[in-house]
């Protein structure tokens, strides 16, 4: 799982703070996805990325915006954060038709 | 929405015993994915079924696929203390926007010596 990583592995902010999210891959894949993990609710899809400049949201996109000028990364920014977005936050990427590989996950806080 | 629903939530067993988790789709899937995420970890990816009824083996895990393509399983044979984790079903199916991954909630399976 080397090839894709995240940065930080956790964060601290402060409500109504802007805060991004780094996901970054060495493969070229070309579908990545940013999924949350909550207790009781399993992994949801927030936003995904067919290619570069090419995004679409997914299950629970409100507060969040991504971007994907280059297909090895793909941010994830929490325009103003709330304590609902308190999360474990993973960026994954698809090579073709077939699993995804993980990220190690953004352990995020909001104060 | 699709939903994927998955049982039992949580399983604990001595090491040894058997183990299965079922994972059900309110709709037909293209196909199936299984993950493991070890305490504190990431999801990993274990294995994908595509065709209706297929079983697919690996070591001591056995995988199913539901002849409707809506319904899928896991079993673990003789478990042990490495099989600790919780593990996640993802379905795929066709949109508009190409493949997405739904994933049930998951079943947390604890081993005991």
């Known amino acids: 799982d080397a090839g894709i990583t995240q940065s930080p592995r956790y964060k601290i902010t402060e409500t109504g703070r802007q805060v991004t999210l780094m996901c970054h891959q060495t493969?070229?894949?070309?579908?990545m996805f940013w999924y949350r993990q909550d207790l009781g609710h399993g992994l949801r899809l927030i936003y995904y990325?067919?290619?570069?400049?090419?995004?679409d949201k997914g299950e629970v996109p409100d507060g969040y915006v991504v971007s994907r000028s280059k297909t090895e990364n793909f941010p994830l920014t929490l325009e103003s954060a709330t304590r609902s977005q308190t999360s474990v936050y993973f960026c994954?990427?698809?090579?073709?038709?077939?699993?995804?590989?993980f990220g190690s996950g953004t352990r995020l806080t909001v104060v | 929405g699709q939903q994927v629903m998955q049982i039992p939530q949580y399983q604990h067993v001595q090491e040894g015993e058997d183990f299965t988790t079922y994972c059900n789709s309110s709709?037909?899937?293209?196909?199936i994915q299984w993950y493991k995420q070890r305490p504190g970890g990431h999801p990993v990816f274990l294995i994908q079924?595509?065709?209706?009824?297929e079983v697919k083996k690996q070591k001591r895990l056995t995988f199913q696929f539901g002849e409707a393509k809506k319904n899928s399983s896991l079993h673990i044979t003789a478990t042990q203390t490495t099989d600790v984790g919780t593990y996640f079903c993802?379905?795929?199916?066709?949109?508009?926007?190409?493949?997405?991954?739904?994933f049930g909630t998951g079943t947390q399976l604890k081993v005991e010596l």
């Open positions: 493969w070229s894949h070309s579908y």
């Open positions: 709709t037909t899937l293209s196909n």
């Open positions: 993802a379905g795929n199916i066709l949109t508009g926007g190409g493949n997405k991954l739904t």
């Open positions: 990325s067919a290619a570069a400049d090419i995004t």
């Open positions: 994954a990427s698809r090579r073709d038709d077939y699993g995804y590989t």
């Open positions: 079924l595509v065709k209706s009824g």
